[in-house]
T-cell receptor, first 114, second 116 residues
Framework: DQQVKQNSPSLSVQEGRISILNCDYT??????FLWYKKYPAEGPTFLIS?????DKNEDGRFTVFLNKSAKHLSLHIVPSQPGDSAVYFC?????????????FGKGTLLTVNP | GAVVSQHPSRVICKSGTSVKIECRSL??????MFWYRQFPKKSLMLMAT?????????EQGVEKDKFLINHASLTLSTLTVTSAHPEDSSFYIC????????????FGPGTRLTVL
């Protein structure tokens, strides 16, 4: 049972445009969400996170939006750069009672074309 | 800050041998470390949660006698793959959570294990 779903295995955008990566979750107990970026044969790099008490968090070119009623979050990258090309993983956790375990989606491969 | 290292980055071993992978938090203390496994084109699969000074908590389907985890200090956790077989070949990644209630996990660079 996939509790965190990234339904788009890949996304291709032009440099300078907006990249929107989507993530859906099914477990209503999740209250903290994170986005990671991963290059092949490397560990994931933390990008940005959001608590369920917020609906938006922004850090430079990266903005994460959370829609709790729809159990949906998205990562916006503006403007997209070729160096952003990587696999992006959405992750969710329960802050209390779960020892902070992360549940990951399957990832979306973002390709930013020059 | 929040740098996690893994050693070795790559290891090739013969079937039946044991392999130890180290995970260190270099500039922070980590009360909790996690071990993941990633199959090609798949998501990260949590294998176990390791708390300093106590026994690891294994996820369903992960053999604790096969994947031995030790978390002896606030900066070091080790994963030992015992009696490795070719099906254990994978990319193993550790992560560490900052002590003090933070929820972000910081990942090591991963270890590519190939069992011949």
């Amino acid at each position: 049972d996939q509790q965190v779903k990234q339904n788009s295995p890949s996304l291709s955008v032009q440099e300078g445009r907006i990249s929107i990566l989507n993530c859906d979750y099914t477990n209503s107990m999740f209250d903290y969400f994170l986005w990671y970026k991963k290059y092949p044969a490397e560990g994931p790099t933390f990008l940005i996170s959001i608590s369920s008490i917020k609906d938006k968090n922004e850090d430079g070119r990266f903005t994460v939006f959370l829609n709790k009623s729809a159990k949906h979050l998205s990562l916006h990258i503006v403007p997209s750069q070729p160096g952003d090309s990587a696999v992006y993983f959405c992750a969710a956790s329960r802050v209390r009672g779960s020892n902070y375990k992360l549940t990951f989606g399957k990832g979306t491969l973002l390709t930013v074309n020059p | 800050g929040a740098v996690v290292s893994q050693h070795p980055s790559r290891v090739i071993c013969k079937s039946g041998t044991s392999v130890k992978i180290e995970c260190r938090s270099l500039d922070f203390q980590a009360t909790t470390m996690f071990w993941y496994r990633q199959f090609p084109k798949k998501s990260l699969m949590l294998m176990a949660t390791s708390n300093e000074g106590s026994k690891a908590t294994y996820e369903q389907g992960v053999e604790k006698d096969k994947f031995l985890i030790n978390h002896a200090s606030l900066t070091l956790s080790t994963l030992t793959v015992t009696s490795a077989h070719p099906e254990d070949s994978s990319f193993y990644i550790c992560s560490a959570r900052l002590a003090g209630g933070h929820n972000e996990q910081f990942f090591g660079p991963g270890t590519r294990l190939t069992v011949l």
